[in-house]
């Protein structure tokens, strides 16, 4: 059977196992009912495993009867913590639990990739590993699934994200990079507090850590290459407990996204100068910490090149195209990405061009039909590395 057909054939067990998961989200780390969906139907079909990688990840390897290299293909499990439209066509069960980003499908259109792959492989030259992360969402659960040894031997790894933007039967492929680094910030601004009567005994952190978010925006506009892309925002400001009191601390929360590892040290560089001269030129004391999240995502040429012919094999060339534009949100297959060439790829699940699906949003939903080509996909680009390429 080619691979139509094979997806064919676990078609409805795959959307069955979708469906089960979508009703039983799991945030980061905890996807303990999910990585058991997962190994019981890699139990059904012969795969081997090995569970509890990085607390609930599982790596599955489908070795093929003739010899050859070694792809991994990536799938994440975890939901988000947040509740679902009770109006959606599948609607989670857990009260706020939602897989609103669709790692529902990642999981089960990988594990059609495996059942693929794993009947077909007497014409397989070479080891598929099948790779089922946490936590992608909150803490990252690829790097520490990585720290255990997952990518040993691996040559190349493919992994795709079904796409609120684009458009249902297509898929998208970028060479370079994709998605930013999604970096956190902090800063703490400390003054002198008092008596809202009398500023002038006082230092004001308000007002300190106002200009210092108002210094800020001439990070973007004065530091970076106008021609690159880069994001800093505020996205929390908290000081102050009643209408006559200066405060003593002000606290600046926010994200900072970058597409290439100058721009995200310059950006740091600044954000904490700025920060801190600003602050002492009100006289408050400033601590500023960047925290580093993933990665910058950037794509290998050669895996692209794979994975455009892949998808285009399912597809058909004219609904694969490549995307005009990087995203700046984060993920963390960008760290698999740094250490073994790689291909990250947007497969459409949107009804319509000018009505995106928002991610993270409880209304967020789309079709079963899209699981196959995901699947497809992956499974297409895992036999055309090990096969050909
Ligand atoms: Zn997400
Ligand atoms: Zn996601």
Known sequence: MNINELAKKYESEIIAIRH????FPEIGFEEIQTSQ????????LGIPYVRGIAKTGVLATIIGDKPGKTVLLRGDMDALAMDEDPDNPIVSKIPGRMHACGHDGHTAGLLLAGAILNDMKAELCGTVKLMFQPAEETVGGALPMIEEGILNGVDMAFGCHLWGSALEGTAGY?????????????ITVT?????????HMTVDPIVAASQIVVAMQSIVSRNVNPLESAVVTVATFNSGSAFNIISNLAV???TIRTLSEENRELVARHLTQIAQGVGAAYGAQVEA????????????????DVAKHAFSK????ENVSEIVAPSMGGEDFAYIAQRVPSAFIYVGIAKNVNEPISHHHPKFAWDDKNLSVLGKGLAQCALDFLNND
Do not use: C, W
Request: aromatic share 8%.
């Open 20 to 23: 089960l998961i979508h009703q």
């Open 37 to 44: 969906t997962v190994t019981d139907f890699l139990d059904k």
């Open 174 to 186: 970028r060479y370079g990079a994709m998605m930013a680094a999604p970096d956190e910030f902090k």
């Open 191 to 199: 003054g002198k507090g008092g008596h809202g009567a009398y500023p």
């Open 252 to 254: 600046l929360t926010g």
């Open 289 to 304: 910490d960047v925290i580093r999240k993933y990665p910058v995502l950037i794509n290998s040429d050669r895996a692209v």
């Open 314 to 317: 399912i597809l058909g060339e």
